[in-house]
């Protein structure tokens, strides 16, 4: 099996920088996005140097005789980063205290994935017709509506859509959720920042990926940005896709 992938980003209507970050690797089959945050360009540092350090670690963990599973591999990178991110910030350069990213990666261990999550951006899957959320979100949003405390009919009128609850580099330690599945061809995975899926909604994501089928992997990212940016462009905006072939 294949994966044919592609991502794009784009710094929205609203924002003067671009926070947002991702790296691809597919000869060591290694996929991120991050969305960064913190004032003094400490966003984009953050996200720049989680994704950075991710391949970094998962190059160099090729070379070294002590081989890691692809669970404890993903797990110690997120940790490498978030620890460079917090030293960065509170030894090399005090005016990033504070800064942070979220960041959602995809590991190809054989014909298994391992998708990496800390904060709110998101893996979709597409599968028989359907579009699966395969992140949980970290924000303090998700977390009122699992306590009951909100609805989804209160969301509109919510101003603290964007605050996140786990982040890398906020703090060093870190806490990364791990899920694995079997690829088959078809599958077809989606990776994004709140740039995205804070602005449109799946049945829309979906509804692109249908109209233009899963091996067009240009016309999807590049149609998902229009709609971003037709329901505000807020935010930055970044969408790797990667679709499952023979």
Not at 81 to 109: C, N
Not at 137 to 147: G, P, T, W
Not at 203 to 211: D, P
Not at 212 to 236: F, L, P, Q
């Amino acid at each position: 099996m294949k994966l044919k992938v592609f991502c794009q980003t784009d710094v929205g209507l609203r924002r003067e920088r671009n926070e947002d970050s991702y790296l691809y690797d597919e000869d060591i089959g290694l996929f991120c996005v991050a969305d960064g945050m913190g004032g003094h360009r400490g966003g984009e540092v953050a996200s720049s140097l989680a994704v950075k350090t991710m391949l970094e670690f998962v190059r160099n963990s090729k070379t070294q005789s002590r081989k890691y599973g692809a669970r404890e591999l993903l797990v110690r990178g997120y940790e490498e980063a978030s620890a460079k991110i917090f030293d960065k910030s509170h030894i090399e350069s005090p005016e990033l205290h504070g800064m942070g990213t979220t960041l959602v990666t995809a590991y190809r261990h054989g014909d298994s994935l391992f998708i990496g999550n800390v904060g709110d951006s998101r893996a979709y899957l597409f599968c028989n017709e359907k579009l699966w959320q395969m992140t949980e979100d970290h924000s303090l949003i998700n977390e009122q509506l699992r306590a009951g405390l909100i609805t989804e009919a209160d969301l509109p009128r919510l101003t603290n859509r964007n605050v996140i609850t786990r982040s890398v580099g906020f703090e060093r330690e870190v806490q990364v959720d791990i899920i694995e599945r079997p690829m088959a061809i078809g599958d077809f995975y989606l990776m994004c920042s709140d740039g995205l899926s804070g602005l449109i909604d799946d049945s829309l994501i979906r509804t692109i990926i249908v109209k233009h089928g899963i091996e067009r992997v240009e016309a999807i990212v590049a149609d998902c940005i229009t709609e971003a940016k037709k329901a505000g462009g807020d935010d930055n905006v970044t969408v790797m896709v990667m679709a499952v072939t023979a």
